[in-house]
């Protein structure tokens, strides 16, 4: 059974840090673009981070809003995708999914007739006081 799980969401405080990780189950990550998206009450989700694999090459991409704060990384052994969050605010408030597509990065507005077949549950990140 093909699987992500998200955890390393929870409350800080604006300028604080988090970690959030993405582990697989059934499926080897390093095959697929990995994709972090983001979606807070009331806003259509969006893609925020992907990591993927061009021949022996990894391509990281971000969106512009968290270029310089967030980094995506994978821990192959572990099968895991991480995505570091520095100088939160408040306006990354959200929750946080990552998500697997054989090829397909998305960063910026998702439309569910993009088709990225694998989604986690989700984490929640709140940034506030």
């Known amino acids: 059974q093909l699987q992500l799980v998200e955890s390393g969401g929870g409350l800080v405080q604006p300028g604080g840090s988090l970690t959030l990780s993405c582990a697989a189950s059934?499926?080897?990550?390093?095959?697929?673009?990995i994709g972090w998206f983001r979606q807070a009450p009331g806003k259509e989700r969006e893609g925020v981070s992907c990591i993927s694999r061009v021949g022996d090459r990894t391509n990281y991409d971000y969106a512009d809003s968290v270029k310089g704060r967030f980094a995506a990384s994978r821990d192959n052994a572990k099968n895991t995708v991480y995505l570091q969050m520095n100088s939160l605010k408040p306006e990354d408030t959200a929750v946080y999914y990552c998500?697997?597509?054989?090829?397909?990065?998305?960063?910026?507005?998702?439309?569910?007739?993009?088709?990225?077949?694998?989604w986690g549950e989700g984490t929640p990140v709140t940034v506030s006081p």
């Open positions: 998500a697997a597509d054989p090829t397909m990065c998305v960063i910026g507005p998702y439309k569910s007739d993009y088709g990225i077949p694998y």
């Open positions: 059934g499926f080897t990550l390093d095959y697929y673009a």
